[in-house]
């Protein structure tokens, strides 16, 4: 570690001063010009980091336990732990130092005299502690009369060299209740009202000791109160006091301009005749319970003097007592809320559960979808719904006193639309003895239930479906009600006469060629078979109905090489159906018989001709194109072949080109 220290001190020397604006040993951050830590524990650093450390500032000052010691100081020294010791001589040893002139300041500690000495031009100035001298003495004297509530002033005397006085009055603590430091050999002390005797004990202190005691007898102040009571306060304040509250305690203050008091009668008489009296030293009474019942708290404050016989000032207050409201509400409607329609009227009522000390009316607050806001009071209100209204947010509140409320809460009432529309019946299928129909209503929205009349008998259906099968062929009147909200309704009649009972339809309906592969331009018939007791066929052809063909045959000429979809349905006169499909596909081209084949999606311009070879077989390689001016009409009914172009002029009114 020296060589550490001496290479460092080296280094200084080496370099220029300016390489180094702060010094520091023991530490990486320096804080002054030159620093050292002595434990080597600073970091941030803290007051008991410091206290090992010693600092140069840029100015002189020097530190020690400090790092910021003050610009006047040339040593600043701090410690909670230790003191600074002087360097200690005798007398002989301290006058061996110089001869006159003294050098001026010079200080050290003399073990001969016990003192500290400073050195002066010509002298040493000894700074000693003087024993004190004489014995104490008080004023006013032991066992005088004192008045109580007196400010009164007590001396001390007998003594010098004291350096304080500590003073304590019925205080037997051992912190004095005033101190004093001489010249002042006096203090004043408010004597209480309410005590008869005081004790003084006076301790006067130098180097070493002196104490006195002295005990008086206190005699009350029989001069009686002046001045006036102005008002009561009360805190917290608010508009009534509450019964029976949360807090339960309330602070009340009196307030005036009085003197020679020496304590306040509080006298409570509650809203039950019951009476509390309370003496407090100051204006304030703490803490005073409210009782748990309505009605007023009368207060009466007495100024009171020290002695009984002498008149008091007297203030009384009266302060009203109320109980907060409790219990819980909620809203009823009539009609009920599910039944409110816009445009009539609602009756909004309270339900109450335990509600009690309420004051005044209920108070209603009702919102439309709209934002339009209405106010009511009473317990039952009557409402009438703005027109195009969907929903209303309705809430009612109660109050109680100092602003206590309860509040239903926002209930949302959502309105009922009602039943609208053209009502429709319709009926499947057709009335027909001894065959079920089914009634429909329909057109309308917002209808909740249906009535259904047979001949003006009601009949249990409610649903918007009624099913009847008739015995006879009387007339029959059917009548339906559509019911929606708010008695909204809907009503139409059907009337009709049922039509004998069938005969149904028997067997299983077949349709034939159910498959076929033909050319193109080839006439294919269809027959339906296979049921008896069909009123009529309805043949659809890919997907367009023949409405012409009713016949149990249908023929048709394959215009496409696409699959052709033919389809029937058989039809009794019950009603009953059945139905059966067949399929046509159409193959690449060949001949099958002699003549001219049109060509597909040509405008019956081009065509096929076929032909016989010598040797009786059939040719087909002879394709044809009508001139423009003419074309291909049909000709071989039974063969899909055509006959030779033609001038339209000249073709039958009746034929139509098939593709």
């Known amino acids: ?380 209100i009557v409402y009438t719904i703005p027109i195009g209204t969907t929903s209303l947010k309705v809430e009612v509140k109660a109050s109680g006193c100092n602003g206590s409320e309860i509040k239903s809460g926002e209930q949302i009432f959502n309105m009922c639309q009602p039943v609208s529309g053209k009502l429709v019946i319709t009926v499947s299928p057709e009335l027909r003895v001894n065959t079920e129909s089914t009634f429909t209503a329909s057109n309308v929205v917002n209808a909740t239930s249906y009535k259904w009349y047979l001949n003006d008998d009601l009949q249990n259906e409610k649903t918007n479906q009624f099913k009847y099968t008739p015995l006879n062929t009387d007339p029959v009147t059917i009548k339906v009600i559509a019911q929606g909200c708010g008695d909204s309704l809907r009503t139409e009649t059907y009337t009709g006469t049922p039509k004998p009972a069938c005969t149904a339809m028997s067997g299983t309906l077949n349709l034939r060629p159910a498959n076929s592969t033909v050319n193109p331009g080839t006439k294919i018939e269809f027959t339906a078979s296979g049921v008896d007791n069909v009123i009529s066929y309805k043949w659809v052809v890919n997907g367009e109905p023949q409405s012409s063909t009713t016949a149990t045959m249908i023929a048709i000429i394959n215009t496409s090489q696409a699959v052709n979809t033919i389809t029937v349905t058989a039809k009794d006169d019950c009603g009953n159906t059945q139905t059966a499909t067949a399929y046509v596909n159409t193959s690449s081209f060949a001949c099958k018989y002699a003549g001219n084949f049109l060509v597909p999606g040509t405008g019956c311009r081009k065509y096929i001709k076929c032909v016989y070879k010598d040797d009786g077989t059939l040719f087909s390689n002879y394709t044809y194109t009508c001139p423009s001016s003419q074309s291909l009409f049909f000709a071989s009914e039974g063969t899909g072949g055509y006959g030779d172009c033609t001038n339209p002029s000249i073709v039958p009114s009746t034929y139509k080109c098939p593709y």
Not at 146 to 160: C, E, H, I, M, R
Not at 288 to 302: A, M, R
Request: hydrophobic share 35%; glycine share 8%; aromatic share 8%.
């Open 1 to 380: 570690m020296k060589r550490k220290n001496i290479l460092f001190f080296i280094l200084i020397l080496i370099f220029p001063a300016s390489f180094f604006s702060q010094v520091g040993m023991n530490t990486p951050t320096p804080r002054q010009s030159f620093h050292v830590d002595g434990g080597g524990d600073n970091t941030t650093p803290t007051d008991d980091e410091i206290k090992n450390d010693f600092i140069v500032t840029k100015n002189g000052s020097v530190g020690i336990g400090t790092i910021t010691p003050s610009d006047f100081s040339a040593l600043e020294i701090f410690s909670d732990s230790r003191g600074l010791r002087l360097p200690q001589l005798k007398t002989a040893e301290r006058d061996s130092l110089f001869t006159s002139p003294f050098p001026v300041g010079l200080m050290l500690y003399n073990l001969d005299t016990d003192c500290v000495n400073i050195s002066q031009p010509t002298k040493w100035l000894q700074i000693c502690c003087t024993p004190m001298i004489g014995k104490l003495s008080i004023s006013p004297a032991d066992g005088t009369e004192l008045k109580a509530g007196a400010n009164q002033q007590f001396t001390v005397s007998g003594v010098t060299g004291a350096t304080s006085y500590d003073w304590y009055f019925n205080n037997p603590t051992t912190i004095p209740t005033v101190i004093t430091f001489p010249p002042d050999t006096t203090t004043t002390y408010t004597i209480p009202a309410n005590i008869t005797s005081l004790a003084v004990k006076v301790v006067a202190k130098g180097c070493g000791t002196d104490t006195l005691k002295a005990n008086y007898t206190v005699v009350p102040d029989c001069t009686p109160p002046s001045g006036k009571l102005n008002s009561i306060t009360v805190d917290p304040n608010t508009e009534s006091l509450v019964a029976g509250s949360a807090t339960g305690y309330y602070t009340f203050t009196v307030i005036g301009n009085v003197s020679n008091v020496s304590r306040y009668k509080w006298t409570f008489v509650s809203q039950t005749n019951k009476e509390t009296v309370i003496e407090t030293s100051g204006i304030t009474c703490n803490t005073y319970p409210i009782e748990d019942s309505v009605g007023t708290l009368t207060v009466t404050v007495e100024a009171l003097g020290q002695c009984d016989a002498a008149t008091p000032i007297k203030i009384t207050g009266i302060f009203n007592v109320c109980k907060l409201i409790s219990g819980n509400i909620s809203i009823s409607s009539d009609p009920s809320s599910d039944s409110l329609v816009a445009g009539k009227g609602v009756t909004f009522t309270v339900l109450e559960s335990n509600v009690q000390n309420k004051i005044g009316e209920y108070q209603w607050t009702i919102t439309t979808n709209s934002g339009v806001t209405t106010t009511r009071s009473g317990s039952s």
